[in-house]
């Protein structure tokens, strides 16, 4: 019973995350109703599989609590100093509730590195592959500069070395007729400068609500120009992903390691 149990708190996972995750990337923005559904079944699976088909049901409890008390703590950390939105916040938290810890009694096979705290290997997958994302916008932009032959910062020579790098890792030049007709975010923007002129600059900080103003302003003044984008992929899609890696590896980061030191 504890396997069948395992394995529909991971169904459960899966089917609230791929869905938050596909309206997080074409919406922006994941309505509330899913963690208002998500996490009360979480808690009840857990808590229907603990109280009546574990042999040790109060350290289990305790120890379950521990783990939301934790992961709930770090997420709401990190969203109130800005790491990442109040979606990813609750996704966490109704993991920590669905999967405090490793569904052992299902995945029996022999992973690597799996913390304690089962949130936290998923969180620390999903920081990881967020960061691999980088790799790739540096080598678009290689590729983008071999092809074109020219100036990846052509007109924005006057931006700052900080501004430059940020662009780099977080993104790379498309058409403008390629962004319009994405979901991505617009990395430039044009602004009047002190002699009442249009200037273009980078965007540090590109917010949503703002694309189709932005988009506007450079079709008025780069019509046919190449334009600085980048994907934002939400946090969420390597949340997902971060969980699949950890149920199959477990931690990617202990997983490197090992390679290289055994």
């Not at 770090?74 to 916040?89: E, H, R």
Request: charged letters at 15%; glycine letters at 6%.
């Amino acid at each position: 019973m504890n396997q069948i149990f395992d394995g529909a708190r991971i169904i459960l996972c899966l089917i609230f995350l791929v869905y938050a995750s596909w309206s997080d990337y074409k919406s922006r923005e994941v309505s509330n109703k899913v963690w208002a559904v998500f996490g009360p079944l979480a808690l009840l699976l857990t808590g229907v599989q603990i109280l009546f088909f574990s042999s040790q049901p109060f350290q289990m409890v305790t120890f379950y609590a521990l783990s939301f008390a934790i992961t709930s703590g770090l997420a709401i950390t990190i969203f109130y100093v800005g790491g990442f939105g109040g979606a990813d916040a609750k996704a966490l938290m109704c993991i920590a509730l669905a999967l405090p810890v490793y569904p052992n009694n299902l995945l029996t096979h022999n992973v690597g590195f799996v913390s304690p705290l089962f949130p936290i290997t998923i969180f620390s997958n999903s920081v990881l592959l967020g960061a691999f994302s980088v790799f790739f916008a540096i080598f678009r932009n290689l590729v983008w500069t071999t092809q074109n032959k020219e100036s990846l910062f052509e007109g924005l020579k006057n931006q700052s070395i900080g501004r430059k790098i940020l662009a780099l890792i977080s993104g790379y030049k498309i058409k403008l007729s390629t962004l319009e007709n994405s979901h991505m975010f617009p990395l430039e923007d044009f602004e009047i400068n002190e002699d009442d002129e249009k200037s273009p600059k980078l965007l540090v900080f590109p917010d949503y609500d703002e694309r189709e103003d932005i988009i506007n302003r450079l079709k008025e003044n780069k019509p046919n120009g190449w334009v600085w984008a980048t994907p934002g992929l939400p946090l969420l899609i390597f949340i997902t992903a971060g969980l699949i890696i950890a149920l199959a590896f477990g931690d990617i980061i202990w997983l490197l390691l090992g390679s290289f030191l055994f």
